[in-house]
């Protein structure tokens, strides 16, 4: 019997802090008073950076999108040189053994 009373009262007690305004009006209570209502907040002075100012080169950007464009298109052109490299070994090595192949059905005849 305590023990449910204390789970009630601890029930009631977490959930009275944790009401929203729309929790309220939903039972017909008024909302309440805003928490942080004409308190003022002090703005921290803003300090001079540690780090000295750098140029901005407006061609800096376009220059390093070429360059990363173009290390892009030569790893695809290598990666096609490649491929093209064994599909051809593959074409070479799939007619080699057509020929043997057909030279050993020449030899059992």
Do not use: C, I, W, Y
Request: hydrophobic share 50%; charged share 10%; glycine share 4%.
């Amino acid at each position: 019997m305590k023990l449910t009373f204390v789970f009630a009262l601890l029930a009631v007690a977490g959930t009275a802090f944790a009401d929203t305004n729309a929790e309220r009006l939903a039972r017909g209570l008024g909302p309440m008073k805003p928490r942080h209502f004409g308190q003022t907040q002090t703005a921290t002075q803003a300090a001079p950076s540690s780090h000295p100012p750098v140029a901005h080169d407006p061609n800096a950007a376009a220059a390093q999108h070429n360059a990363a464009v173009a290390q892009h298109n030569a790893a695809v052109a290598a990666q096609r040189a490649a491929a093209q490299k064994a599909a051809e070994s593959q074409r070479a090595a799939a007619a080699a053994a057509q020929r043997n192949a057909a030279a050993h059905n020449a030899h059992t005849v």
